[in-house]
């Protein structure tokens, strides 16, 4: 359904070098979670599907708004197993169609009824602006060296988990939930997507290489603070965290040294049984969402969302 | 006011990395002239300053966003006599920077009171459209040789004079004025933006380079598709057109080039009159604009709107 509606967006339109880079960019395989979880979050309140539909759209076009200006700030020259779009056109286009995208997701949700339109357009505002903040936190956090977990944990929060929470706010308001009941979806969305967050640290460090769909270690790498890194700071003593710093200065330049350090950093980790802390934090943060749902009707739409939060987290790739 | 206005937004908060820029953006020596429109249109039906500024700053943000990712894809150094966002910090900074400008214009546009919101999005959304669909126009006329005066003329319709156009329409909605009203102010805003353009083209051939600020000649140099070239494209004849031709393909590698083809081309300018044309053009655009105005209260204010349009085309700088 989310699908058919995505692609019923009409982008063949004049001039092309704006909109077929759109086109493009929300042609991509993605699971359209965000959008989903919008619509589910109506349905426990039995609302129809037209009524929330361009907000589930608004949302999905913003979610890969920020995907293309990411992938630019990022240099990334994939996305979704194609070519990202300053790639396959150039910077400049990525940069002017990802702004033309953000505007389309102000229309979509302009299309909302009047009387309902206000109140999404403030959530939505919110919602944008703690992204870009999410987004620079991270950028901050790769020349820092004091990063604290509770600041990570915001970062990620910012960057992942507002986006979920405020699809399944704006939904359930859509649909005339109370304003307990629209916070307990904020909520399910915020502890979903810092679990969802913390397995894809986890899963970078002892996924399978196969399911998880990408080499293991991509993080270790290049330093990035993950909650597996900072949480081994956090654990180590004098002298593991001496032995950490050592080997995050190590070079990478060939697979053997890539794999040399991986090896080394994964044996600290597992010495200091970060993959358990990392396991509780995931388990705590699923249980603290699935308790939010107790707040709300309960029928087979609450149900999805409490399979969806152990799917997302339970999965390997 | 206005200025005032802009000075109190509030940018001194963290992340520092993605807020000052906008503050450093905002601080420039602007001319403020599109909120000045928007509460001018508004003081013509006796509004209220504080009821439209959130709309008037609104403006004034956004179109400093569009400045700001303006100068990263065309790699300019400097605005407005200080180095560009992305010189003084670094292009992620001015993308991610720039795309946290436009959900602040935004914000401030959902500051109106919720009866007005809904209509004043629209229009806000279809502006933002239209400016970024003419920057696309810009550039695909880079790499176009049979760009028309009329396909011309649309693009700086959507890159200049929608901006001021809106503006002024949002001002007189929410004022109260009458659809008709606020027609003639958008028609009002479309025709000056369209003279203001074309004395730009103007001013870069026949301009003081004293006043003008800037040397002459840099759209002559860099081949640019300006009102004037297509004019003289357009009123040539076989061997004229032929002679602009093999002057569009000279190097400007030494001044001397530079000066040279800068004088062949004013010559052909010259010979063809293209002067007067232009001219003719910005004065029939004026009379268009202060016929719109005639269809509005007559008062201080619309005197105000009258003679703004006549400064900003016998501006020389």
């Given at each position: 359904m989310i699908q058919q509606a995505i692609q019923s967006?009409?982008?063949?339109?004049?001039?092309q070098g704006l909109y077929e880079p759109i086109a493009y960019t929300l042609s991509g395989?993605?699971?359209?979670v965000r959008p989903t979880l919008l619509l589910t979050a109506s349905k426990i309140f039995g609302c129809d599907e037209q009524k929330v539909m361009p907000a589930a759209l608004a949302i999905e076009v913003f979610h890969n708004f920020t995907l293309l200006h990411d992938d630019v700030m990022d240099k990334a020259q994939v996305r979704r197993g194609r070519p990202t779009v300053h790639v396959k056109w150039n910077e400049n286009t990525a940069i002017l169609s990802g702004d033309q995208m953000m505007i389309e997701a102000y229309k979509l949700l302009a299309q909302l009824p009047d009387n309902y339109l206000p109140t999404v357009l403030r959530m939505f505002n919110k919602m944008g602006t703690e992204i870009c903040e999410g987004q620079q936190y991270d950028v901050d956090f790769?020349?820092?060296?004091?990063?604290t977990i509770s600041e990570y944990l915001k970062m990620i929060e910012y960057k992942t988990s507002v986006l979920l929470a405020t699809a399944l706010q704006i939904g359930g308001y859509l649909a005339g939930a109370t304003q307990t009941q629209q916070e307990a979806l904020y909520a399910f969305g915020i502890h979903v997507g810092l679990a969802f967050q913390v397995q894809d640290d986890l899963l970078d460090v002892y996924g399978d290489p196969i399911s998880f769909g990408k080499a293991i270690g991509g993080d270790i790498c290049c330093n990035k603070k993950t909650f597996m890194l900072l949480n081994a700071f956090d654990k180590a003593d004098v002298t593991s965290r001496e032995q950490l710093y050592q080997l995050l200065q190590l070079?990478?330049?060939?697979p053997q040294q890539r794999s040399y350090k991986i090896k080394q950093v994964v044996a600290i980790y597992d010495a200091l049984d970060v993959k358990q802390v990392a396991q509780a934090f995931i388990l705590e943060q699923t249980n603290k969402a699935c308790a939010c749902l107790d707040q709300l009707p309960q029928n087979q739409f609450t149900n999805s969302l409490r399979e969806l939060a152990h799917k997302l987290v339970n999965r390997n790739q």
């Amino acid at each position: 359904m989310i699908q058919q509606a995505i692609q019923s967006l009409h982008w063949d339109k004049s001039p092309q070098g704006l909109y077929e880079p759109i086109a493009y960019t929300l042609s991509g395989e993605g699971k359209r979670v965000r959008p989903t979880l919008l619509l589910t979050a109506s349905k426990i309140f039995g609302c129809d599907e037209q009524k929330v539909m361009p907000a589930a759209l608004a949302i999905e076009v913003f979610h890969n708004f920020t995907l293309l200006h990411d992938d630019v700030m990022d240099k990334a020259q994939v996305r979704r197993g194609r070519p990202t779009v300053h790639v396959k056109w150039n910077e400049n286009t990525a940069i002017l169609s990802g702004d033309q995208m953000m505007i389309e997701a102000y229309k979509l949700l302009a299309q909302l009824p009047d009387n309902y339109l206000p109140t999404v357009l403030r959530m939505f505002n919110k919602m944008g602006t703690e992204i870009c903040e999410g987004q620079q936190y991270d950028v901050d956090f790769e020349s820092r060296q004091d990063v604290t977990i509770s600041e990570y944990l915001k970062m990620i929060e910012y960057k992942t988990s507002v986006l979920l929470a405020t699809a399944l706010q704006i939904g359930g308001y859509l649909a005339g939930a109370t304003q307990t009941q629209q916070e307990a979806l904020y909520a399910f969305g915020i502890h979903v997507g810092l679990a969802f967050q913390v397995q894809d640290d986890l899963l970078d460090v002892y996924g399978d290489p196969i399911s998880f769909g990408k080499a293991i270690g991509g993080d270790i790498c290049c330093n990035k603070k993950t909650f597996m890194l900072l949480n081994a700071f956090d654990k180590a003593d004098v002298t593991s965290r001496e032995q950490l710093y050592q080997l995050l200065q190590l070079p990478i330049d060939t697979p053997q040294q890539r794999s040399y350090k991986i090896k080394q950093v994964v044996a600290i980790y597992d010495a200091l049984d970060v993959k358990q802390v990392a396991q509780a934090f995931i388990l705590e943060q699923t249980n603290k969402a699935c308790a939010c749902l107790d707040q709300l009707p309960q029928n087979q739409f609450t149900n999805s969302l409490r399979e969806l939060a152990h799917k997302l987290v339970n999965r390997n790739q």
